[in-house]
């Protein structure tokens, strides 16, 4: 049998085949090439924000390191004075002047003098605070055994509540425990929440206590038996410049005080936690310091 011709059939599915190739691929690139826009306009978008992130992250450093040069650059201007105002006080009350001052006299220069060291401390803890914020002084962090810190640091505590008639109380539970931390960072908190509780609560005691958690952290709990602190702005009187709440006598708060303990707290890698539950009766300040700065001896 004579063997038919092939090759026009041949020639004729090869030319198809390739017309469909060309009619697919057009398809296809029409239908692909919106999604591979759109994900490159997203792409150009992201790098965008990150790009403006990236400024304005720089900025805020920036920010935070002029903060605390110009707060050290003036440091000098503000102490001076303020020192000549303590000093001449104090020579009024001991009588140094050469004049004997009378009851009035003396009185309006202890309130000079109270005030003017209240400021001083103000001052120094408001650039200390800002100088490890800002880089320009780094945590001094050491192993501290803090029943010997509790004790050392008892009288000044004591000397911040005569004017508030109230008690102090520390207790250390358990074995001796030892904290890595910056002492005077450490000071500066305890130190605020006693003056704030002297301040506010209206109670009868403070008590100091530093216990083991059961997860291994330190927790430091200032407590009081006062009248507690009103549930609603429990979480604005950590903010700069808000007063736990009103006192019934002159105002003495600056509102800094929690903000110092939570900045401070933050540095050390510790939270803290107020609670002020009808149950607790009064108000109990926790500064819980991570396992990591529990130091094992």
């Not at 004729?12 to 306009?41: C, E, F, N």
């Not at 403006?52 to 805020?60: E, P, S």
């Not at 890698?269 to 149950?279: G, Y």
Request: charged fraction near 20%; include cysteine; aromatic fraction near 4%.
């Amino acid at each position: 049998m004579p063997v038919p011709n092939l090759t026009p059939i041949i020639d004729k599915a090869t030319s198809t085949a390739i017309i469909l190739a060309i009619i697919s691929s057009g398809l296809g690139g029409l239908l692909v090439w919106p999604i591979v826009a759109r994900q490159h306009a997203t792409l150009r978008r992201t790098e965008n924000l990150a790009a403006q992130l990236d400024l304005k992250n720089k900025a805020l450093e920036e920010a935070g390191r002029a903060k605390g040069r110009f707060l050290a650059g003036i440091s000098h201007d503000l102490k001076t004075p303020l020192n000549s105002i303590v000093g001449f006080a104090q020579m009024i009350q001991d009588g140094i002047t050469g004049t004997a001052p009378n009851d009035q006299a003396n009185n309006y220069a202890g309130y000079i003098h109270e005030s003017g060291t209240n400021l001083g401390r103000l001052i120094d803890q408001l650039l200390d605070i800002s100088r490890i914020d800002s880089g320009l002084r780094d945590l001094d962090e050491k192993a501290i055994d803090l029943a010997s810190f509790i004790t050392d640091l008892r009288p000044m505590l004591e000397n911040t509540l005569k004017s508030s008639s109230m008690n102090l109380s520390t207790d250390l539970k358990g074995d001796a425990l030892i904290l890595c931390a910056d002492k005077r960072a450490l000071m500066c908190i305890i130190e605020n929440l006693v003056e704030n509780a002297a301040k506010y609560s209206e109670g009868s005691i403070i008590t100091i206590e530093f216990v083991a958690g059961d997860s291994g952290e330190i927790i430091l709990q200032v407590s009081d038996d006062g009248k507690g602190i009103d549930p609603q702005g429990r979480s604005e009187i950590t903010k700069f410049g808000v007063r736990a709440q009103e006192t019934s006598g002159p105002a003495s708060g600056y509102g800094i005080g929690l903000w110092s303990v939570v900045t401070l707290a933050v540095l050390h890698d510790a939270t803290v936690e107020i609670d002020t539950s009808p149950k607790l009766g009064g108000c109990r300040v926790s500064v819980k310091f991570p396992r990591t700065r529990h130091v094992i001896r």
